[in-house]
């Protein structure tokens, strides 16, 4: 079946779906606190799986492969989750407090921040989490990578490289 799946064959794409989805929600919940998030990964963890059933080589059973696809997704939410949910610090209270008072400060900041949101979108996920949970959040490169589940070296080598992207994009734009 999985090899007709990978070869085209949407019924049987459907039918790997609905037989392997409890097992999914299963995992999901294992791995996530939140119901809702975990509803939310496995849903996406399937999609994932209609996507990237081609991907599947064969040098482990599926359902390794399933399980492996379903914890990366489930991390992948957890850390988007991690920075929604993240409160604001005490610096940016005040900030938001002062600029309350100052519409011109309060307009240049949004157009900040929408610029800001544009540089960070053209980076690569991983990058863009480790800028903002490290420069715009202060958290010790540690906590970051706890936080998206990577190794320290990895958190560091990422936060310099999006620092240089946005460095040299920031450059482009001021010379333009």
Same mark, same amino acid.
């Given at each position: 079946?999985?090899?007709?799946?990978?070869?085209?064959?949407?019924?049987?794409?459907?039918?790997?779906?609905?037989?392997?989805?409890?097992?999914?929600?299963?995992?999901?919940?294992?791995?996530?606190?939140?119901?809702?998030?975990?509803?939310?990964?496995?849903? *996406?963890?399937?999609?994932?799986?209609?996507?990237?059933?081609?991907?599947?080589?064969?040098?482990?059973?599926?359902?390794?492969?399933?399980?492996?696809? /379903?914890?990366?997704?489930?991390?992948?939410?957890?850390?988007?989750?991690?920075?929604?949910?993240? *409160?604001?610090?005490?610096?940016?209270?005040?900030?938001?407090?002062?600029?309350?008072?100052?519409?011109?400060? =309060?307009?240049?900041?949004?157009?900040?921040? *929408? =610029?800001?949101?544009?540089?960070?979108?053209?980076?690569?996920? =991983?990058?863009?989490?480790?800028?903002?949970?490290?420069?715009?959040?202060?958290?010790?490169? *540690?906590?970051?990578?706890?936080?998206?589940?990577?190794?320290?070296?990895?958190?560091?080598?990422?936060?310099?490289?999006?620092?240089?992207?946005?460095?040299?994009?920031?450059?482009?734009? /001021?010379?333009?």
């Amino acid at each position: 079946m999985i090899k007709r799946a990978k070869d085209g064959d949407n019924r049987a794409l459907e039918a790997i779906c609905a037989r392997y989805a409890p097992r999914v929600e299963r995992i999901a919940r294992r791995e996530l606190a939140d119901s809702r998030d975990a509803q939310d990964a496995a849903q *996406e963890s399937l999609v994932k799986l209609y996507q990237r059933i081609g991907q599947f080589r064969g040098d482990a059973q599926f359902a390794t492969w399933l399980h492996r696809l /379903v914890v990366n997704t489930c991390h992948d939410t957890a850390a988007r989750e991690r920075i929604r949910r993240a *409160e604001p610090l005490a610096d940016e209270l005040q900030l938001e407090h002062s600029l309350e008072n100052d519409p011109v400060r =309060e307009l240049l900041a949004a157009e900040l921040r *929408e =610029e800001l949101s544009g540089y960070l979108s053209d980076l690569p996920t =991983e990058q863009a989490q480790v800028v903002v949970l490290k420069d715009a959040l202060g958290f010790s490169f *540690e906590q970051v990578a706890g936080a998206i589940r990577i190794p320290v070296g990895t958190a560091k080598c990422y936060a310099h490289r999006a620092r240089k992207r946005l460095r040299e994009r920031i450059a482009k734009e /001021v010379a333009a």
